[in-house]
């Protein structure tokens, strides 16, 4: 995915953490290294030396060279943040629009003006742009930080010729916010214990109000339906229906070439579904919702058409740019009830094992994860 490209993926993260290398704490950069002032500095050390009860309200993200503005990247970033250890953390839908002819170099005071004429409620505000293009992807990583009167606290530039940059070599804007935020954990000092997975932080928990999942007692369910599916091993009576390719069905050769596949590696006995399911899912960048939206739909399906067979699966592939960039299955029982509900995206080992590129790869990918399920 490159910059602009914000598709079905956009939100995969929420299910990682932070994975880019730590970074010397207490270094700056700024268009090309330039000397930290001291009193930027020595507000620095103040922020730093509040951690993670450090209150920051992060603006929308200036995404692509013509500086689309996106809440959405800002709020994966936020998450990234609150995942990271930071507990006071705010999203806000103003926008700072920097002048097209204004320079980095000019952004920090300007943003600093934005915030005195504009006053946040938190200690800091943070302002990003991820600049590049659909050729390029991102050349450039910039980060500021101000107080609440406006003054700099913290400004960051990486362009393709740092280091860092070239190491990590951040291809969308997720994996930029997953850049930034390690490069803000790192320079705060915040140490990768102080992470929360919990998911119980304010902005987690926004996110699963927009991705309603099943309850503790839904998921025990299907813990208790996939023990039967897997002492059943082998033997068990799989059909397959066509793949989904994002919001397209796919033909029934592909239904058939998975069901053909499951069987040859003895994960189980599938055989195919004729009729694909047509259901509209709404089109959105939490991959979450698309899955849990999906793995609903499909539930009423099969509780209007029971199956003949044993269980059912359903499988769906974002593809994008000749590769797949992620994949998602649902498994079912016979009455319509969830047994397996499963989704890998290039942040998950498995899916960077096989790095699925092809339909026959994304196959292979379902084939390995089930039988890992059933085994």
Known sequence: MRIQELNHTTFAVLTVGL?????????????????????????????????????????????????????????????????????????????????????????????????????????????????????TGPTEIRGIIVDKSGRSVWVDRQT?????????????????????????????????????????????????????????AERAAMERRRAVMKEAGRKVRLAVFPVRLADDEVGKHDAAHLAKLLSEKRVCEASDVDSPLRVTIESVRNEQKL?????????????RNPPEADYVLLADYIMHGGRAWAVHFVVCDRSGEWVIVDFQNDHHGDFQCIDPKTLDDCGHLVAKRLKGYLR
Request: aromatic residues 8%; contains cysteine.
């Open 291 to 303: 899955l849990w939206d999906l793995a609903r739909a499909f539930q009423d399906h099969l509780r």
């Open 19 to 135: 994975a880019v290398g730590a970074l010397v704490p207490g270094c700056q950069t700024s268009g090309g290294n330039k000397q930290v002032p001291p009193e930027q500095l020595k507000r620095f050390e103040v922020m730093r030396a509040k951690g993670t009860q450090a209150s920051l309200t992060v603006f929308p993200v200036a995404v692509g060279d013509d500086a689309s503005f996106n809440r959405d990247v800002a709020s994966v970033m936020a998450l990234l943040l609150e995942k990271a250890g930071m507990a006071n953390l705010r999203l806000t839908n103003t926008e700072f629009r920097l002048p097209k002819e204004a320079t980095f170099d000019q952004a920090t005071e300007l943003f600093g003006e934005f915030i005195r004429e504009n006053p946040i409620e938190t200690d800091y505000a943070l302002y990003a742009e991820f600049v590049g293009n659909p050729q």
């Open 160 to 216: 393709q010729a740092d280091r860092d940059f070239e190491r990590d070599m951040p291809s969308d804007p997720m994996i930029c916010c997953h850049f930034l935020a390690e490069r803000m954990r790192s320079r705060l000092g915040i140490p990768k214990s102080a992470r929360d997975e919990s998911g119980q932080g304010e902005i987690a928990r926004m996110f699963a109000r927009d991705a309603p999942a099943p309850g503790k």
